[in-house]
């Protein structure tokens, strides 16, 4: 029986990058035909199974001609792709969980008051992340949020957060208590959509990649796919 297969895909939110999106289009759609190759039997997102009568209608309007695609990845990446595969539909995946308490803000204020030392090494690996960063354009910022060593490197950012605190206030440990539930919760919800010969084609925040992908490797269920070689194409 053949496993299905899973492609992860990290976005940013292209809500906040308007401009680009309007003055990029080429290069979204030359994104969306390298994409068709795969051939994806179905399309995950990063919204909620609460809006997933609210992403059906906008995704009927779509493709009905009656939707101009907002700045959001969904609509300009998956939307059109699957539009172009005849789906009838895309799959929310994400997970609503609260992050406030504590929330990322509190981490890094605790570990900049109490803990100096290992705050600058939170900076330290964030300003060495930067010599990956390419925004000039979003094939070239979609390239590096994809680059596993670039990946490699936030996971440090992440395994340093776990020590903010101490043993009466473990406050790294809690936020990122919250961080890997959202990620293992999308990782179930992509696994109970998945059926025998999938290809299945994940669009995530980039942040997400690394643990979404060991989440889903750990089961030993899925194939796994490289979105690299598609963006080489675009």
Known sequence: ?????????????MAMDPNKVNEQQEGIHNIV???????PTKIAVEKSFLIEEELDKKYHEYQSGNLTPAYDEVDQFAFRLASLM????????????????????????????????????????????????????????????????????????YMKLSRVGDRQHQIG?????????????????????????????????????????RFLKDSGDFEFQSILPYLQKS
Do not use: C
Not at 33 to 39: M, T
Not at 137 to 142: F, G
Not at 188 to 204: C, E, P, Q, S, W
């Open 86 to 157: 005849e789906h009838p539909r895309v799959y929310p995946v994400d997970e609503i969980v609260d992050m406030s308490s504590p929330s990322l803000e509190q981490v890094f204020q605790w570990s900049k008051e109490h803990q100096l030392d290992l705050f600058n090494e939170i900076m330290g690996v964030q300003a060495n992340l930067q010599r990956w960063v390419n925004d000039k354009d979003i094939h070239s910022t979609l390239q590096y949020l994809n680059d596993p060593e670039y990946n490699k490197e936030l996971q440090r950012v």
């Open 33 to 39: 035909e390298a994409l068709l190759d795969y051939r």
């Open 1 to 13: 029986m053949r496993k299905p297969t899973i492609m992860l895909m990290g976005t940013f939110h």
């Open 173 to 213: 440990v809690r936020w990122l208590t919250q961080w890997h539930k959202r990620d293992l919760s999308m990782a179930a919800n992509i696994a109970r959509i998945t059926d025998t010969g999938d290809r299945i084609l994940v669009l995530i925040g980039g942040d997400h990649l690394h643990l979404l992908e």
